[in-house]
């Protein structure tokens, strides 16, 4: 079975200073593997995903993650933090063996302070 | 392009009364469409999901059901809600090439139970 624990449950950063979003999956096949990003009362917005291809992955709004199997990671970076970035943030997993289930971690709230 | 559709966006209802949120996806056809909740603090729940017209899985059981009247209208009822039922509920669709694709999200439905 696969699981995904996201290992900060909050993290708060200063504008302009970098992110890191950590998340650990496991996973007995090939994953694939997504962050996720919600707004306050907002649906769920795909910030990039992992599919066997590159290893270092590049998403929308600056974000980009890296996968790696040896640490069975796939932490998300950003070099520099804005205001808008304030949000919640989830890792997600999928395998062949998880059929149309979407395995979600717990959620990162991420707050971004002036 | 795609665009899925929720509503109402939020909902106040007494328990014990009936419940019915509707989804509808444009811009694709045959897609999986999928329920979740999402309760406060907590990461999302797979509810229901179906792969065409008429054909629903539930992931939980619960006093809650699922139904696919049209291929991109999904629909979740319930006869009589609990004050369990109180979350954030998500609307999602992917295409319909198995599970290792990514799935869109609605801007979701927020539905207190008193």
């Known amino acids: 079975a696969q699981s995904v624990t996201q290992l900060d449950s909050h993290v708060s950063v200063s504008e302009g200073t970098p992110v890191l979003l950590r998340c650990n999956y496991s996973?007995?096949?090939?994953?694939?593997l997504f962050w996720y990003v919600q707004h306050p009362n907002k649906g769920l917005q795909l910030l990039l995903k992992?599919?066997?291809?590159?290893?270092l992955v590049k998403g929308i709004n600056g974000f980009e993650a890296e996968f790696k199997k040896s640490e069975t990671s796939f932490h998300l970076t950003k070099p520099s933090a804005h205001m808008s970035d304030a949000a919640e943030y989830f890792c997600?997993?999928?395998?062949?063996?998880?059929?149309?289930?979407?395995?979600f971690g717990k959620g990162t709230s991420l707050l971004v302070t002036p | 392009s795609q665009t899925i559709h929720q509503w109402p966006a939020t909902l106040v209802q007494p328990v014990g009364s009936p419940l019915s949120l509707e989804c509808t996806v444009e811009?694709?056809?045959?897609?999986?469409l999928y329920w979740y909740r999402q309760a406060a603090g907590r990461g999302l729940q797979l509810l229901f999901y179906s792969v065409g017209i008429g054909q629903i899985s539930s992931e939980v059981p619960q006093n809650l059901s699922a139904s696919r009247p049209q291929d991109r209208q999904f629909i979740l009822s319930s006869k009589k809600l609990l004050l369990s039922d109180s979350g954030f509920y998500l609307c999602?669709?992917?295409?319909?090439?198995?599970?290792?694709?990514?799935?869109?999200f609605g801007p979701g439905t927020r539905l207190t139970v008193l």
């Open positions: 992992y599919t066997s291809a590159a290893t």
């Open positions: 996973s007995s096949y090939s994953p694939s």
């Open positions: 997600v997993v999928s395998d062949s063996n998880s059929g149309y289930a979407l395995n």
């Open positions: 999602a669709w992917s295409v319909h090439a198995g599970g290792y694709n990514e799935q869109f």
């Open positions: 811009g694709t056809s045959n897609p999986n």
